[in-house]
């Protein structure tokens, strides 16, 4: 007999059924713990948390960070949630990605 799925040549013993498919030891294991190989739900919670939020509509950057710190978190003060931008603002200044200026009088934070 062969394997269903990847065509070996295998003997009685060898052979499992799944699902009504004749299978090889390889195909079976496989088939039993797909997740094996990666994590299919992982990547997609996480990709689903960066793309769409539960009303399907798309979640810009700074809405995905904002996701992202009450994930690590687990939940925080709203004011603190301000608090971490700032934080990372000032991180991105110490980059030289962003820099404080004036315009019209008024301090604004632009690209460097
Ligand atoms: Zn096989």
Redesign the pocket.
Known sequence: ME?D??K?IINEEESKELHGRI??E??YMDSLSPARMCDPWAVYSAKSLMDKNESGLEVNEIQAKILRILEETGGKEPGTIADDLERELAALRHMEKVRGALKDGKKIICLW
């Open positions: 394997c799925k990847c070996a299978l090889c390889d195909c």
